[in-house]
């Protein structure tokens, strides 16, 4: 997050259990009230399977979207061909990220087009 030039100290790591992914959409609505809902940037694993239940990156978007939530939403998965991404896209994702990172330069810049398309600097 560092080295992207998030910051760190308004960014959330959740995932850790079901409880967490569950209250999910309480958490965001708080950091947007707090930074705005253009300057998130959510990715999500496609597949997080926990104990008690597994939950899908995409659904949580469609559910994401559905409330109106208009921040950037990215799917997180090996599993990355064009036919999945664009099955992302249709839950409601801005793009998807492999899970072979590339480089911290290029995943920032990517990041930073998908957020001038969600919020188009006006004049």
Known sequence: ???????????????ETLAEVEALPSALQNLASEVGQGRIVCIFDQNMNYADGDVLGTDLCRELRAAG???????????????????????????TLGKSVSSVADTVAYLEELLRARTPFTS
């Not at 997050?1 to 995932?15: E, F, V």
């Not at 090996?78 to 999945?84: P, T």
């Open 1 to 15: 997050i560092k080295r992207a030039r998030g910051d760190a100290s308004r960014s959330l790591i959740i995932g």
């Open 69 to 95: 939530w208009r921040g950037v939403l990215l799917i997180q998965s090996a599993n990355d061909s064009a036919s999945d991404a664009a099955f992302y896209r249709e839950a409601g994702a801005d793009g």
